[in-house]
Structure formats: structure tokens, C-alpha cells
């Protein structure tokens, strides 16, 4: 991919060949599963900024005032450094999309529940992560005709899983008031998708996973904010 390593002067000869393995395969990847994401991509991200990786997990990030900027851990597979450029991308693309026809009213200071966030989110980042979740759902969902085994079981269950979160968090934003009639339309053409994947089959197993987590995250929520689910 045509992105650059900022700051690569700061890692070691051993962490900047691992980086470059690393965004090499999840490239590779992209390019052969997934080539309109790929070519997104290509397009919209121009510098990876190598983050410290946190004690479990992966992280990045992406901002409108950075466009073509992504902040990153590395990642620790293929698929996890593909899905992140997939992710990311989409965060850059409503940025975008936000800058040529507002989708949001004036914020209210009202915060309301995100199936993958443990804190109450603002209506904008609702939408920013609902429609990166679009992405990662996207990415699997498509991915399940590539692979087999434990990556066909993962790609199983985080369809099914983020298929439940981003038709709730659809469900908040436009019953929220808070979208413009820009912002209505853009929701509802991700309603449209995400209706047009509702028919897709998944093993008895993932979709019991991906109940099962839903429902947990909901009350852990709910239980860490002590106030209604908004």
C-alpha cells in the first residue's frame, strides 16, 4: 500500500521490519478478499503512526483534523491489521462526507449507548462508530468466503456479533431527533445494507455468541453508567 511509517526513526531495526511484515500481509490480504476496500484504502490513508500496543488487544485511531492519518498498534495478524485499515477508512470517509452535508444537528449534550464502547457516546460518535462497525461487519461478512477453520469460526462470530450491534445503534440514531435530513438518509441507507445481510446464515454456535454478548455487554453498560439505556 502507498501509506508511509511516520516517525519509523524511533523504532529498532527488528520493530520496523515487524511493522513492515505486518501492514505488508494485512495489505496483501485486502487486495485479494476485499479489493473496493482496498482501493479505499489506497486512496484515503496516506501515513501510519506506530502506537505503543496496550497490554491486550490492539488499538488505533483516525481524526478529521489528520485526514489520511492512521494511529496504530501493530497489528498481531493479518486479518487484525486488515480489518483495522477497513475500519479506519470508513471513519475517514463520514468525516469526509460530514465536511460536504452536515448529518448532525447541534449537539444537545445528550449521550446515548454503543454496542462497542463501555462509556456513554455523543450522538457523533455513535454514528462514527456505527458506520466503522458497517466496515468491520462488511469486512467479515465478506471474509467467511475466504477461509476455514478457527479464522472462519472468528469471522462467524464477529459478523453475527457486530450484525446485532450496528442494527441497535440504527435504532438509537434515528429515534434520537438528532439528525439532520442528510443525516436521516445517510442512516437509512446503512439500514438498507445491514437489512440486505440479515439473511445471511451463520452456525447455531456464533449466533448464540453473538447474543449472548450483546445481551452481556448491554447490562455491563447499564451497570457501570446507572442510568437508562438512552
Not at 491486550?56 to 493479518?78: K, N, Y
Not at 480489518?83 to 449534550?109: N, R, W
Not at 475466504?146 to 453475527?160: C, M, N, P, T, Y
Request: aromatic share 6%; glycine share 8%; proline share 8%.
Amino acid at each position: 500500500m502507498p501509506a508511509v511509517i511516520r516517525d519509523i526513526a524511533r523504532l529498532g531495526v527488528a520493530e520496523i521490519g515487524s511493522w513492515r511484515r505486518s501492514i505488508q500481509q494485512g495489505w496483501r490480504l485486502l487486495t485479494a478478499h476485499h479489493p473496493g476496500t482496498a482501493e479505499e484504502v489506497r486512496t484515503a490513508i496516506a501515513v501510519l503512526v506506530p502506537l505503543a500496543s496496550p497490554p491486550q488487544g490492539q488499538v488505533s485511531s483516525s481524526s478529521p483534523d489528520t485526514f489520511g492519518a492512521v494511529a496504530l498498534s501493530i497489528p498481531p495478524d493479518p486479518h487484525t491489521c486488515a480489518v483495522t485499515l477497513a475500519h479506519e477508512v470508513q471513519h475517514l470517509k463520514l468525516s469526509a462526507l460530514h465536511d460536504i452535508s452536515p448529518l448532525l444537528m447541534p449537539e444537545d449534550g445528550r449521550r446515548y449507548y454503543a454496542p462497542w464502547r463501555r462509556d456513554p457516546r455523543p450522538l457523533g460518535g455513535l454514528l462514527q462508530g456505527a458506520y466503522a462497525h458497517v466496515g468491520i461487519c462488511g469486512f467479515w461478512r465478506r471474509e467467511r468466503q475466504f477461509v476455514h477453520g478457527s479464522v472462519l469460526a472468528r469471522a462467524d462470530r464477529e459478523f453475527a456479533r457486530w450484525r446485532i450491534g450496528i442494527e441497535r445503534a440504527i435504532s438509537i440514531l434515528l429515534a434520537s431527533s438528532g439528525l439532520t435530513p442528510a443525516g436521516v438518509r445517510f442512516v437509512e441507507g446503512m439500514a438498507r445494507t445491514l437489512s440486505s445481510w440479515q439473511g445471511d446464515p451463520v452456525p447455531a454456535g456464533a449466533h448464540r455468541y453473538a447474543v449472548r454478548e450483546a445481551q452481556d455487554h448491554l447490562q455491563r453498560w447499564k451497570e457501570a453508567n446507572r442510568h437508562p439505556c438512552t
